[in-house]
């Protein structure tokens, strides 16, 4: 099953960061989570900010990190789509997200890109699931 998990945010991370410098909690949880994954038989892809003079896209404890500046080099259909901290994948057209793709967004923490769709997202079925920290963390986007 192809996953992928697709970092909004502008912090330059792949699989090996966590080795060489600390990171903050959610590119953190992305990496860890994508490599759990990758042990129970997904095919993970990360689409996140990895290219830099410190920082290079490639496959690392077979999870693929793609820069955002790559995406149109994508053309794998997935599965399964996970937004961290965003909803604008979601209604962007990105080619590699099909209307049959199991839709997630990750909010791994209190801020949300897009926020202000994300109602209609879920009610209309754009987005099937909404991750979050905590029963507070539920209620607030809830409210």
């Known amino acids: 099953m192809n996953l992928i998990i697709i970092d909004s945010g502008k912090v330059c991370f792949n699989g090996n960061t966590l080795n060489v410098r600390g990171l903050g909690g959610s590119e953190s949880a992305i990496i860890l989570l994508s490599k759990e994954l990758v042990k129970i038989?997904?095919?993970?892809?990360?689409?996140?900010t990895c290219k830099s003079n410190t920082c290079i896209p490639g496959t690392f404890d077979n999870v693929t990190y793609i820069d955002k500046s790559d995406i149109g080099n994508i053309h794998d259909n997935f599965d399964i789509v996970i937004s961290s901290r965003s909803v604008l994948p979601f209604i962007s057209?990105?080619?590699?997200?099909?209307?049959?793709s199991y839709?997630?967004?990750?909010?791994?923490d209190t801020f949300c890109e897009g926020d202000e769709y994300l109602e209609e997202l879920v009610l209309n079925h754009t987005i099937d699931e909404i991750f979050t920290l905590s029963d507070f963390h539920t209620n607030y986007i809830s409210n």
Do not use: M
Not at 41 to 46: A, L, P, Y
């Open 93 to 100: 057209n990105y080619s590699f997200i099909s209307s049959n």
């Open 103 to 108: 839709k997630i967004v990750w909010l791994h």
């Open 41 to 48: 038989g997904f095919n993970v892809t990360v689409l996140n």
